[in-house]
């Protein structure tokens, strides 16, 4: 059932983009002097269609793409008509074919920002560090200051980095000072703790006991 619904969800979100892209081509093209005789989402059949004015607008049987006929743009249609593609000034047209590929690039953008307004953009809410083998560092320091800034995050210790640069850490439980040049920080990622984020109502995590928060310290004995 649940693939049943993600191909339904898959296709709308398609036919969606679909739609957008080709409105652009239209609307562009309607307010540029250009007839639009046919607007169509989807290809063969028409499942369903209707006339408005001189567009005929359809849905087509297979939902895999879509198109805007306008007028006077094959060759065999050009006749020297003021609303042919042809007929309108150079610019007119390349707004047309434009508009399409613009409409979808604006729309991604609004739906990232649409993104990072609900969820945010995640920063490691850590400054231990898992190095690797030529690092500095060694595994569980914990960044407490770069260049006398404390820091409290991952995003804090990458915006404070240098050329050159102090750093004070805890490890073992005791602080330690060590100089690190710009580079290392490519030889470090944030560590992040066994906590669990979140649990699935009435799931097998939930019925087990465990909560969110809850810090895991073994698994299976290990």
Do not use: C
Request: hydrophobic fraction near 45%; proline fraction near 7%; avoid cysteine.
């Amino acid at each position: 059932m649940m693939a049943f619904l993600s191909i339904v969800v898959a296709i709308l979100f398609l036919g969606f983009l679909i739609f957008i892209h080709e409105w652009f081509h239209f609307i562009i093209a309607r307010k540029g002097g250009v007839k639009v005789p046919v607007f169509s989402i989807g290809f063969g059949p028409a499942i369903v269609k209707w006339k408005r004015g001189e567009t005929e607008y359809k849905i087509g049987a297979f939902p895999i793409g879509g198109y805007v006929k306008l007028h006077g743009m094959e060759p065999g249609e050009i006749e020297g008509e003021p609303d042919e593609f042809y007929s309108r000034p150079a610019w007119i047209r390349v707004m047309i074919v434009l508009g399409g590929p613009f409409a979808n690039l604006l729309l991604g953008f609004i739906i990232y920002l649409g993104t990072i307004g609900v969820m945010g953009i995640e920063t490691p809410a850590t400054t231990v560090v898992q190095p690797d083998s030529s690092s500095i560092f060694q595994k569980f320091d914990r960044i407490v200051s770069v260049n006398g800034e404390k820091v409290e995050d991952w995003f804090d210790v990458q915006n404070k980095f240098t050329d050159t640069n102090t750093v004070v850490v805890i490890r073992g439980g005791k602080p330690e000072t060590l100089v690190a040049p710009m580079e290392e920080l490519l030889h470090i990622s944030p560590l992040f703790p066994p906590v669990v984020g979140g649990i699935e109502k009435d799931g097998p995590a939930a019925r087990a006991g465990i909560e969110e928060g809850d810090s895991i310290i073994e698994i299976n004995g290990k």
